[in-house]
């Protein structure tokens, strides 16, 4: 079963733009990380946050998170073509086990 | 630092026949876990091996094995395969201390 559910599923901007991605998630968590993936190939780990944290910043990523609503967003500021990609949440099974994600949402940055 | 690497990168196999891939972790990674991704769908937990132990498994039949060795590197074996075990097999290191994952590049298994 799925516990991350990203929303949009694809999203097309122009190179400059932002882009936001939101992700939902069912059941309490130690920490929410997201993966970028390029022509379906690997994974690449972008940023984790842990279950204590509001908001987390890398380069031009902005991740946060609100443990109430269950969910999560990353923005990507400034986007530029080399950002295409999908993008996966992903959070850690009960006994920390397993990375359980969402379908991933697919961006698409025109230049 | 070394990355994970996977091999092969691409295999195409009949149905019945049986696979093997490969896995070399991260440099100071003892935790090695196998995925399984079908195309548009998200990465599904297939097993985790710590200490040359299963540590985790995923909601995959038994014919989906795996071994870790002394050099953390790993193997995933496939019995009897089936048209819908055609997907892309992605092999992660990391550390039971947690943190993020490292990934390989995947091997794409094709079943005809």
């Known amino acids: 079963s799925q516990q991350g559910e990203e929303d949009p599923q694809a999203l097309s901007i122009q190179e400059g733009e932002n882009a936001t991605m939101n992700c939902s998630y069912k059941?309490?968590?130690?920490?929410l990380q997201w993966y970028r993936q390029n022509s379906g190939r690997g994974l690449v780990h972008l940023i984790l946050?842990?279950?204590?944290?509001r908001e987390k910043h890398s380069g031009r990523l902005r991740v946060t998170l609100d443990t109430s609503k269950k969910s999560s967003s990353l923005l990507i500021t400034a986007s530029r073509a080399a950002d295409t990609a999908s993008y996966f949440c992903a959070t850690t099974n009960q006994a920390g086990t397993a990375l359980i994600f969402g379908k991933g949402t697919t961006l698409s940055v025109s230049s | 630092e070394t990355g994970v690497t996977q091999s092969p990168t691409h295999l195409i196999k009949t149905r019945g026949q049986q696979v093997t891939l490969r896995c070399s972790s991260q440099s100071g990674h003892n935790t090695v876990s196998w995925y399984q991704q079908a195309l548009g769908q998200g990465p599904q937990f297939i097993f985790q091996y710590y200490r040359e132990e299963e540590n985790g498994r995923g909601n995959f039949p038994p014919r989906f094995s795996g071994l870790q060795f002394p050099n953390y590197s790993s193997e995933l074996n496939v019995n009897a395969l089936e048209l819908d075990d055609s997907a892309l097999y992605l092999c992660?290191?990391?550390?039971?201390?947690?943190?993020?994952?490292?990934f390989g590049s995947g091997t794409r298994l094709t079943v005809v």
């Open positions: 946050i842990r279950s204590n944290e």
């Open positions: 992660a290191s990391s550390s039971l201390q947690g943190g993020g994952y490292t």
């Open positions: 059941t309490s968590i130690n920490n």
